[in-house]
């Protein structure tokens, strides 16, 4: 099967940009032959030729170079633009200036910028452009058969009108077809985040029915195991050539059940039973550290407190409880030193730091960070940090690591805080 890949949008729109150039070039090129031919006006052909000539040379080279890898930049397409208004100018100022049908074709430059470039240039489009149809209107080559009737006056309303509507129709589409792009784009960004928030919730239910399945499957045969090494220790007590091997495998038995019970924890993490009550900040993280003291006593912590108000409430129950201590977990396997946890806080959000000294994060690795079934650890998942993000992001929180100066990861937790309340 083969397979073919989508053009980058500045790529496809710098596509459809010869298109458009090519059709208006072709109707130029019709239009000055009839003006030779037929009307035998007296124009400059010379100059019109070689000025369709150049642009529809360049135009053919672009169609070229869109074949190549080459990003296709937003300068670039500017840039493009900018081309079109030059030789659309140049062909005015020789065929009648302002009074030539073609000028509102400034309009065409602008709508484009308008739809696809950010809002500096395309300021910049509708100040050149207006720039050009106004100096078209003093500095011209007169053309007899676009001689306006008034041409005997210093003030022409025909062609001040033209004008006019022209500097409104360009203020116009600035502002209100940039405005429209823009929420375009964003309504497409909202899309795609929601999207993807649809796709990784798929992926923790997923991994939680997979948790559960696996929990009840081998619940039983592990007991059974655990019952039957017991029991083989208490017959070969006496022998020391056997009760090592026994030893051993109870080890393993006791590994497969703290896998287990692991597995077990991600079938709860994401059961949507958040307790919706909120809890002073400064209590639930101390409180947690203090129970993460309890199960690893053997890791070194050092706590501290950042803030100068009054601690703000936070949503928070067990499934974040748990998402925060695999950070901890993993900071405190990675780091010789003991970690550094700090908490802050602003009147809009409660931020968490754990810092340790461990090797950091592999820039080969960096990108695979945080998805489902990767770990960097010889014993593990790849689920901790997976979960610890989704459970954070299910609080409107979010998680973002570092590679720290000194020499190790910094996780950094943000949290939405609930108001201040009596404590």
């Given amino acids: 099967m083969s397979t073919t890949a989508t053009p980058a949008p500045f790529a496809l729109n710098l596509q459809r940009l010869c298109v458009i150039r090519i059709v208006v070039l072709s109707a130029l090129t019709g239009a000055a032959l009839y003006a030779s031919l037929v009307l035998q006006l007296p124009l400059p052909y010379p100059v019109i030729y070689t000025t369709l000539t150049l642009v529809m040379g360049i135009t053919l080279l672009v169609l070229v170079r869109l074949h190549k890898p080459w990003p296709v930049t937003d300068i670039e397409l500017f840039a493009h633009l900018l081309l ?3 030789s659309l100018t140049v062909l005015i100022y020789f065929t009648g200036g302002a009074s030539n049908p073609i000028v509102s074709y400034y309009l065409v ?6 739809a696809t470039l950010p809002w500096c240039f395309t300021w910049s489009i509708a100040i050149i452009s207006t720039g050009c149809y106004s100096l078209m209107m003093v500095f011209y080559v007169p053309l007899e058969i676009l001689a306006p009737h008034h041409h005997d006056t210093m003030f022409n309303p025909h062609l001040a009108g033209m004008w006019l509507t022209f500097v409104v129709s360009a203020l116009l589409i600035t502002y209100f077809v940039v405005k ?4 375009l784009r964003e309504r497409e960004r909202a899309l795609n985040d929601a999207q993807e928030r649809a796709m990784h919730n798929e992926q923790i239910i997923g991994i939680a029915t997979l948790a ?13 195991m ?15 050539e056997i009760l090592p091997d026994i030893d051993v495998l109870r080890d393993q038995l006791n590994q497969c059940k703290n896998t287990l019970h692991e597995l077990s924890q991600t079938a709860q993490i994401y059961d949507g039973n958040a307790d919706k009550n909120p809890r002073p900040a400064e209590l639930f993280v101390s409180g947690l550290i203090e ?3 309890v199960i690893r006593p053997d890791a070194k912590i050092d706590y501290m407190l950042q803030g100068k108000a009054r601690a703000p409430g936070i949503i928070a129950d067990v499934a974040l409880e748990h998402a925060i201590q695999n950070l901890l977990n993993n900071a405190a396997d990675a780091s010789p030193k003991p970690i550094q946890v700090t908490a802050d806080w602003t ?14 994060i592999p820039l080969d690795t960096a990108e695979h960070i945080g998805k489902p079934f990767y770990t960097t650890k010889m014993k593990g998942l790849g689920l901790g940090l997976f979960l610890s993000h989704a459970t954070i992001n299910r609080y409107g929180g979010s998680i973002s690591l570092y590679n720290h100066n000194e020499g190790g990861t910094l996780a950094e937790i943000v949290l939405p805080v609930i108001e201040n309340n009596e404590q």
């Fill in 84 to 86: 079109d208004i030059l």
């Fill in 109 to 114: 430059p602008l709508t484009i910028s308008a």
């Fill in 180 to 183: 429209m792009a823009q929420t």
């Fill in 212 to 224: 559960a399945g696996t929990a009840h499957k081998l619940g039983t045969p592990l007991s059974t």
């Fill in 226 to 240: 655990a019952i039957l090494l017991t029991d083989l220790k208490q017959r070969f007590s006496e022998n020391q």
């Fill in 291 to 293: 129970r993460w003291r």
């Fill in 347 to 360: 009147a809009r959000e409660f931020t968490l730091k754990i810092k340790d000294y461990g090797p950091g």
